[in-house]
């Protein structure tokens, strides 16, 4: 080696590939914390999460409106939860299901919704979520333990609101306000601005006044906020 550089070379460093970003967390993907933020076209994000939901209800009955799936940093809080919209899945046919640690690979996007330029909600709220994505399943814990909302209404009132959509929460003590809306199957509640929505589970026998003690489900927001129970066991008379 003491020959070749005398003679005037010089020896090159080996080269390195630049180490891999860490993965993010859904805290740092959603970092626009307003009530209205700006829609984009999408940032590549990889996020490890643990999935609190899994859309295979067809709701509609026409074969469409599933897997989508709903994932949060592990902790909770304010500003953990997203949806991957109709993700493929790594393996090819893994089954997914909540309490499943996974890592989200796609493009985050704040989503609203227009038509011919013209922007469908007038509020201008959009819904976060990641589009041509994937899901690879890691690894699996126990069921997600859904956060407690004191204060139903904060489910549907701004600020507050903005920082829960996409988690798995649970209120107390609501009622029904009227039976099924029958387009869209939605419920109205006695909290300012709440639905129930049927994209997860369909709620049997609801009726205007039917009393729910307790009511588990993510929050979604899609031309107002809505909580999408995902079977039986998160309805509690």
Known sequence: VAAVAAAGCSTLPLYREPAPEPPQTVAEVRSCRDVVCTPNVGQPVEILALVTAVDDFDENGDGGGTGTIFFRDPAGGPFTGLQAYNPTLAPLFATIQAGDLVRARGEFIEFLLVRGGVPVDPTLRTTPEI???????????????????????????????????????????????????????????????????????????????????????????????????????????
């Open 131 to 237: 589009q041509n994505g994937s899901i690879s399943k890691i690894g699996e814990t126990g069921p997600p333990v859904p956060i407690v909302i004191a204060a139903p209404a904060e489910l549907s009132t701004d600020p507050q609101a903005r920082g829960w959509i996409g988690s798995l929460v649970t209120i107390a003590n609501v009622n029904a306000t009227a039976a099924p809306d029958p387009t869209y199957g939605e419920i109205l509640l006695d909290v300012p601005n709440l639905k129930i929505s049927r994209e997860l589970y369909e709620i049997p026998g609801v009726a205007a006044g039917t009393h729910f003690s307790s009511l588990t489900g993510v929050l979604n927001y899609f031309f107002g906020y809505k909580l999408l129970p995902r079977g039986p066991e998160d309805v509690v008379p």
